[in-house]
């Protein structure tokens, strides 16, 4: 049974740093790309970034470009997400979701977690 | 403004059909790229419904079907039951945004 668990969410100050992490299980985590996906409080879901199964290509949403960094350790079958220069409009949960497709555009995501709400104010 | 436009809320009376429409544009669904839907019960993480237009993975009820026509994508339910009351969201991905989109999601109410 696939499982993605994550964690690391909490009230951080505007400006602050954060770091969420994914543990995954029921599936060879190497040979999936893997994502993280917010939910602002009310709202719809937005893409956040994506990483390829090896970790050698990593993907960006703009509104978090050059302020978060994803990573991976196939060894621990961990996923993470580095939030750096935290604003109030990055409060959300942040989900952890496996993907599933043979090129980009058929990309879709088949499993997801519970979630892990961050919340940023002072 | 989400890329993907989905209408706010849809509703249907048990054991009536509705659609649930997902409007993108030359980049995304008109360009080639997939659609994929998801279902979010209250308080939990999506689930897929459809994948790759019209898949359904398993598990899912065959009342679940999904459509495209142009620069749009639909999710049809057929037989409504309570337990379909939920969020509904689409998703592609958009060649000029480098990345995943989500529509802005719509509310189903069962009556």
């Known amino acids: 049974e696939v499982q993605l668990l994550e964690s690391g969410g909490g009230l951080v100050q505007p400006g602050g740093s954060l770091r969420l992490s994914c543990a995954a299980s029921?599936?060879?985590?190497?040979?999936?790309?893997v994502s993280w996906v917010r939910q602002a409080p009310g709202k719809g879901l937005e893409w956040v970034s994506t990483?390829?199964?090896?970790?050698?290509?990593?993907f960006y949403a703009d509104s978090v470009k050059g302020r978060f960094t994803i990573s991976r350790d196939n060894s621990k079958n961990t996923l993470f997400l580095q939030m750096n220069s935290l604003r109030a409009e990055d409060t959300a949960v942040y989900y952890c979701?496996?993907?599933?497709?043979?090129?980009?555009?058929?990309?879709?995501?088949?499993?997801w977690g519970q979630g892990t709400l961050v919340t940023v104010s002072s | 403004q989400s890329v993907l436009t989905q209408p706010p809320s849809v509703s249907g009376a048990p054991g009536q059909r509705v659609t649930i429409s997902c409007t993108g544009s030359?980049?995304?669904?008109?360009?080639?790229?997939?659609v994929h839907w998801y279902q979010q019960l209250p308080g939990t993480g999506p689930k897929v419904l459809i994948y790759?237009?019209?898949n359904r993975p398993s598990g899912v009820p065959d009342r679940f079907s999904g459509s495209k026509s142009g620069t749009s994508a639909s999710l049809a339910i057929t037989g409504l039951q309570a337990e379909d009351e939920a969020d509904y969201y689409c998703q592609s991905y958009d060649s000029s945004l480098s990345g995943w989109v989500f529509g802005g999601g719509t509310r189903l109410t069962v009556l």
């Open positions: 029921g599936f060879t985590f190497s040979s999936y790309a």
């Open positions: 030359s980049s995304n669904i008109g360009a080639g790229s997939d």
């Open positions: 990483i390829s199964g090896s970790g050698g290509g990593t």
């Open positions: 790759g237009y019209s």
């Open positions: 979701a496996k993907n599933r497709g043979g090129l980009v555009s058929t990309y879709y995501f088949d499993y």
